[in-house]
């Protein structure tokens, strides 16, 4: 194993509206927050920058990189892998390959959360991503991978499989949120979450070469026709 504690970590996420980004150094952990998916090809790497000046580093003294990979905003997704990919091949370091559900879970956890973790993210058009994850002795496992599915549908899956449900599909579906109770609605991939990730990966040696930092995508369409846009609007 690695130690983590003196290592000098990365980690952002752009899956989301919000980017998260934080960056761990042996004299404590930095975070910032800004616009995210399709609005971090703009202000990742100027933030990046900014974040590694004042904390004192520089690019090419850091230990890896980590990011999250997914599922969420296609553009978000591939500029998250892009610039790590980058900046990692730049640097000659490895890469940390983070699914953004999995920072849901791990931000539920921080929150109080306990037990199986249903991981919920609006995906938008009607559909949520979803994984359900649940920690043990040796860290977070994943039940159920990744996968896009309807509201019905999940509810049927968290029957059959019950969990605590965390993420920000429990605002944008009232069904998710009625059968979820408290739940954890605000539970999002930030930095204390990647972070938390970032640094048990880094202690296993759960690393890659930065040519493997890909994105996980789960859906193939992107975006609607006009006729099922249409179809999705209230009948008078």
């Known amino acids: 194993m690695t130690d983590s504690s003196a290592a000098r970590l990365l980690a952002l996420d752009t ?23 399709a609005q971090a ?9 900014e974040l590694l000046r004042e904390a004192g580093v520089a690019a090419g003294e850091l230990d890896a990189l980590a990011c999250g990979i997914g599922p969420g905003a296609f553009t978000g997704l591939r500029t998250a892998c892009s610039v790590v990919q980058g900046l990692a091949f730049g640097v000659g ?6 699914p953004t559900l999995l920072a849901v879970a791990e931000s539920a956890c921080q929150q109080g959360a306990a037990g ?34 309807s509201p019905g549908q999940l509810l049927a899956q968290a029957q059959a499989r019950p969990g605590v449900l965390a993420g920000n599909a429990l605002k944008a579906f009232p069904a ?6 408290a739940g954890f609605p605000d539970a999002v991939p930030d930095g204390a979450a990647l972070m938390a990730l970032a640094r048990s990966a880094w202690q296993r040696g759960d690393v890659l070469d930065a040519s493997q930092a890909l994105p ?12 099922e846009r249409l179809g999705q609007r ?3």
């Open 116 to 149: 199986a973790v249903w991981a919920v993210q609006d995906a938008r058009m009607g559909e949520v991503y979803a994984a359900l994850y649940e920690r043990d002795a040796d860290g977070w496992q994943v039940r159920v991978p990744p996968a896009l599915q």
């Open 41 to 49: 090809s703009a202000t990742l790497l100027p933030q990046i920058a």
């Open 15 to 37: 899956a989301t509206d919000t980017l998260y980004l934080a960056l761990q150094t042996p004299a404590g952990m930095l975070a910032r927050t800004g616009s995210g998916a």
């Open 216 to 227: 996980l995508y789960v859906r193939d369409k992107v975006a609607q026709t006009t006729a």
């Open 93 to 98: 370091r490895p890469v940390i390959a983070l």
């Open 176 to 181: 998710l949120a009625a059968v979820a109770g």
């Open 234 to 236: 209230p009948q008078d």
